[in-house]
């Protein structure tokens, strides 16, 4: 119910009801500049968190020269990395080449905007939202982005000329979009249960009281977990760093770029990180709203990204790669049915229990069907291939 | 006095909306036709599909826009992009076709007869082009996703749930024809395996692109083999004119 009349009542950001004025130009440039900001010195800040915390749980220092304790060598990195010479290589496309990286890049940050960070202020009169853009298409902006942000990878590994690139573009692509299905599916879940493509009104839905308005709560914990794993493939983040795995590619799409678009490659690919994890808390965290003190949204936010992201680190010291074949069962034979199911569970059981019993009862009964069927396959393809190697 | 300032601002802001549509459409569109490299073709595509949202934002359809991205954008022309690349046609293509002396007045003449049929079907019925309204969307007021959806699972119930099954049917069939076990025997062995594993790989197209390059003079004796993407996909042993082929020879 509170989510119904929530969707109902929300009609984008009310700063723009008294018609487009000058003030209203100055409160959306200063809101696009600080968006602008709070990506990149979120990006400097995850490119050294990342590093010290990794280099903590392998028992190591971590860079710890440049600035007070370090804190300065990811900005020391990029400075070096735009005065290096911007190489193309002999074999490339230089269009595409050149325009690769920026394709990485722009997506992610679009898709920052509309992430809201606190409830409504009122500056001079105008009441606005802590958020850039309150578009009617809301969430999908995410999806938007995840499937736009394929092609600079795949354009970058396409247009160096060279295969190790090529190879690592075309798993990139292959992953990318094996887990958007299911990346879609479990936004499409936090949708069905606000009622409202609006991210204000999905954080809206989930505000007050004691955490149980979580979606995470809400939703039954399993899409959380999915959208989880299926963003960190989406990001190519260990343990599904496959595209730009060092060992077998040399570092993978990205490995003929130096200065500026190398540098655009890994601010895009941090910046993917802090922006998938704002989402993650959009969705599933309740935004900015935390069990108490309700009027301090945005120091909630930025705390909850932090602890989204300090689990990110924490996979990548943690957990060894996935094979190729075990990365594609994943998205195709578990996540996608499980994501389905849990879309069905949760809106019959935000009809009725017993719908949701119901849905319940069809989705095991469907699992055992799929697991059967898997088995079945398996069994098929071994014999085939045994057979394979018995005839001469 | 803001009031028409807003109002200016409302309707120019549409019709930039349509301007820069129409102009991404055409553009893209122009673009699929002139470039030579099938990859810039496949990326025009992708400007055309911006322009269509574009217009389809224009028309208040901000649920069909962003499907149109995500979807076309996001998935058909990447794997376009995947079996350009896959099959190495991504550096020569059949530029030259047949007979182009009996081609060009044919798409000339088919062209013009789908040029007029779309300008009649705009003029003389709207259900071709859409009734014609300039303030607001026909469907009323609300969100056009709950519209959709309620249009789409109670009047169209039918079409949409046999939309699912054709492309259910459709992935069952493509899964059968590869999974067949009468295999062809296996391709000649080259000098070297293709590095590229994966699964959307067919037996019969193996990646082109992705394999060494067998000698230097293949790359020159290429360009009369690969006529057709078939015939390039086909014949692995002159089928090199990759790059690596070009910068070897």
């Known amino acids: 119910m509170l989510a119904a009349v929530a969707a109902a009542s929300y009609n984008g950001d009310p700063v723009f009801a008294k018609g487009i004025t000058l003030g209203v130009w100055i409160i959306e440039l200063v809101k696009l500049v600080a968006v602008f900001a709070i990506i990149m010195v979120g990006v400097l800040f995850m490119v050294m968190y990342e590093r010290k915390a990794v280099a903590y749980l392998g028992n190591r220092w971590g860079p710890n020269r440049a600035g007070p304790k370090g804190w300065l060598q990811s900005l020391a990195d990029g400075l070096k990395l735009f005065f290096k010479e911007a190489l193309v290589p002999e074999g490339a496309d230089r269009w595409v ?3 690769a990286p920026v394709i990485a890049m722009v997506p992610v940050m679009v898709s920052f905007s509309v992430i809201p960070i606190g409830d409504t202020v009122t500056v001079a009169g105008y009441t606005t939202r802590l958020q850039l853009a309150d578009p009617p298409w809301g969430i999908l902006v995410m999806l938007m982005a995840s499937s736009i942000s394929v092609y600079g990878v795949m354009l970058a590994g396409w247009a ?22 299911a990346l879609g599916l479990t936004v499409a879940t936090v949708v069905v249960l606000t009622g409202s493509l609006h991210t204000s009104a999905i954080v809206a839905a ?13 939703a039954y914990g399993l899409p959380a977990a999915i959208f989880f794993v299926a963003i960190t493939a989406e990001m190519t983040r260990p343990p599904f760093d496959l595209v730009e795995a060092e060992e077998e590619l040399a570092g993978g799409y990205n490995m003929e770029y130096s200065s500026i678009g190398f540098a655009l490659f890994y601010l895009a690919e941090y910046a993917a990180l802090v922006t998938n994890s704002a989402f993650f808390v959009t969705l599933f965290l309740g935004g900015p709203d935390g069990p108490y003190w309700h009027t301090i949204g945005p120091l909630w936010f930025v705390i909850k990204v932090l602890a989204v992201l300090y689990v990110y680190v924490w996979i990548r010291a943690t957990l060894p790669r996935l094979r190729y074949d075990q990365l594609m069962d994943l998205g195709w034979k578990k996540l996608i049915p499980a994501s389905l199911a849990m879309l069905l569970i949760v809106a019959a059981g935000h009809i009725s229990w017993r719908w949701g019993l119901a849905a319940l009862s069809g989705s095991l009964f469907a699992f055992i069907l799929l697991s059967r069927a898997i088995e079945v396959g398996r069994t098929q393809v071994e014999e085939g291939a045994q057979a394979e190697l018995e005839s001469p | 006095m803001s009031f028409l300032a807003a109002t200016g601002l409302a309707i120019g802001s549409a019709w930039a909306l349509y301007g820069v549509g129409t102009a991404l459409v055409l553009a893209g569109a122009l673009g699929v036709v002139l470039l030579r490299n099938p990859v810039h073709c496949a990326l025009s595509l992708v400007t055309t599909i911006f322009g269509i949202a574009l217009l389809f934002v224009d028309q208040h359809a901000y649920f069909l826009a962003a499907v149109q991205i995500i979807v076309y954008a996001g998935a058909i022309v990447i794997l ?4 350009i690349m896959l099959l190495g046609v991504d550096r020569k293509e059949a530029r030259a076709p047949e007979n182009v002396r009996l081609l060009v007045p044919m798409a000339l003449v088919v062209g013009a007869v789908a040029v007029a049929e779309l300008l009649a079907l705009a003029r003389l019925q709207y259900w071709a082009a859409g009734a014609k309204s300039t303030t607001q ?5 609300g969100s056009d996703i709950q519209k959709l959806g309620q249009t789409i699972f109670t009047s169209y119930l039918l079409p949409f749930e046999m939309t699912a099954a054709l492309l259910v049917i ?10 067949r076990r009468s295999q062809p025997p296996p391709a000649p062995p080259r000098k070297s395996a293709g590095a590229l594993r994966h699964p959307a790989r067919a037996p019969e197209a193996p990646g082109a692109a992705v394999r060494p390059a067998a000698t230097a003079g293949a790359g020159r004796s290429a360009a009369a083999a690969t006529r057709s993407p078939a015939a390039a996909a086909s014949t692995p042993k002159t089928s090199n004119e990759t790059r690596e082929g070009r910068a070897v020879s």
């Not at chain 2, 376009?80 to 079996?83: A, M, T």
């Not at chain 2, 459709?170 to 999974?179: E, F, K, Q, S």
Request: charged share 10%.
């Open chain 2, 137 to 141: 969307s026909l469907s009323g007021p």
């Open chain 2, 170 to 179: 459709a992935i069952v069939a493509a899964v059968a024809l590869v999974r």
């Open chain 1, 206 to 218: 989930q505000h007050g009281g004691v955490l149980y308005h979580w979606n995470v709560f809400r």
């Open chain 2, 80 to 83: 376009f992009l995947f079996v």
């Open chain 1, 97 to 99: 080449y050149r325009a």
């Open chain 1, 160 to 181: 160096s000329g060279s295969k190790y690139p090529l190879i690592g573009a075309v798993r990139a692509s292959a992953q990318m979009i094996s887990y958007e299905a």
